[in-house]
């Protein structure tokens, strides 16, 4: 289906630029995971990249003109990252892992979710929301929720705001037991927390004009993951 007037956001549009700051801070997540796990700052940052790839995608779906070719190039590199997810994550544990699915799935049905509920094609909406309920996707349905939240308010920034705060909120009640939580004394934050890092991105207009191509961004997350296939291999 084709988008015949693009639908006006009053929320930050320079997506190259959020891309960009959404791939370091997932490269940092992932370096931190494989090679400093005793060191939860790296996974701190990378709380950012989820949110962020979730509001450039629903830009994308405002703005495309074509819904389905952009869902057959997400669901091309779900297939053709999740090989490479497996190796840099579990290849100890390689047939364990198989339907352990990476985050371009979840990106994909939560669009397609998102679109459904867009077009009240509500079969398509619930199909996306039992899978994400369902199957075992990365993330699972916090994409599906927070991209109805970009969508929703979409001209209404600030309920986006408050509304993406308060999803995050019961991160506050943290456990110490996690070596991942912000420790205060003896009193725990959930690193979900710093998800709320990402909001000046999204809601204010910030960001320089940066020009790169479209598969950049698409190539980029299965070569992150091999590179660091590769690094664990002679290291």
């Not at 997506?15 to 992932?30: G, P, S, W």
């Not at 490479?84 to 364990?96: E, R, T, V």
Request: glycine content about 6%; hydrophobic content about 55%; overall charge positive.
């Amino acid at each position: 289906m084709e988008t015949s007037v693009p639908v006006k956001l009053k929320t930050n549009l320079n997506t190259n630029f959020i891309k960009i700051i959404a791939i370091a801070a997932m490269t940092i997540d992932h370096v931190g995971t494989v090679f400093f796990p005793e060191y939860p700052a790296f996974r701190w940052i990378g709380r950012i990249a989820f949110p962020l790839f979730c509001y450039c995608l629903t830009v994308g779906m405002l703005y495309t003109h074509d819904i389905r070719k952009y869902a057959l190039r997400l669901g091309a590199f779900a297939l053709i990252s999740q090989p490479f997810w497996i190796l840099a994550f579990h290849a100890d544990n390689i047939p364990g892992n198989l339907f352990n699915l990476n985050i371009f799935f979840t990106l994909l049905v939560s669009l397609l979710a998102t679109w459904g509920f867009k077009e009240r094609k509500w079969w398509l909406f619930l199909v996306g929301l039992i899978l994400l309920c369902a199957v075992n996707f990365d993330y699972a349905q916090t994409g599906l929720i927070l991209m109805l939240i970009f969508y929703l308010c979409r001209n209404k920034p600030w309920l986006g705001f408050l509304l993406y705060t308060l999803s995050y909120l019961p991160a506050l009640n943290g456990s110490m037991a996690d070596p991942l939580s912000w420790k205060l004394g003896n009193y725990a934050v959930g690193f979900e927390i710093f998800s709320l890092l990402a909001l000046p991105f999204i809601f204010l207009p910030i960001g320089t004009d940066i020009r790169l191509s479209k598969w950049f961004f698409y190539l980029y997350y299965p070569a992150h993951l091999l590179a660091i296939f590769l690094l664990q291999l002679f290291l």
